[in-house]
């Protein structure tokens, strides 16, 4: 009899475990659902791509004093290479890209351009705390692209904030 008591229980238990992981399961993959909703099309995040990380670091001023005039707005910095930058502009995943002056770019989608003179900045790796220098020291020229869209206050004083980097076209 004790036997099939255990039995009984054991089963129970592992029936209710399933049942609740199951739950578990659901919460998990709607809450990361939300979550990558809110990075992709948040109204208080500026999404901004890199080809080359160590351009982000020669905008450090930038981005604290974006910080200070936007404290509800979160900056998010990503990097990749140019065709996915383009593609993640493109569908509004991400707000504004840094690429070099040279790239190709596609003619069928409008953006908006500035050329900016960026010197390269070190990049500490996350989980080994070590950084990783850049070789030269040289002002390197890229080009910040940008599309219209329904957040332009929050990316045009961004882009105000980059006035300071740009390159007077006419001298080149």
Known sequence: MQDVILLVSTSAIFIFGYFLMNK???FLENNWNRQETALTYGENSLRIGFSNPFMAGGLADTFETYGKQHPDV???IFSGEESELCRELET?????IFLPENTDISKKTHYNA????LRCAPVVMEYADFPIEPIT???ITQIALWRDSKKSPVIDFFIGCLNKFAVDQSQM
């Open 74 to 76: 979160s900056i998010h």
């Open 24 to 26: 578990l399961d659901v």
């Open 114 to 117: 500035r050329m900016v003179l």
């Open 92 to 96: 509004h995943k991400l707000d504004i």
């Open 137 to 139: 020291q040289n002002q």
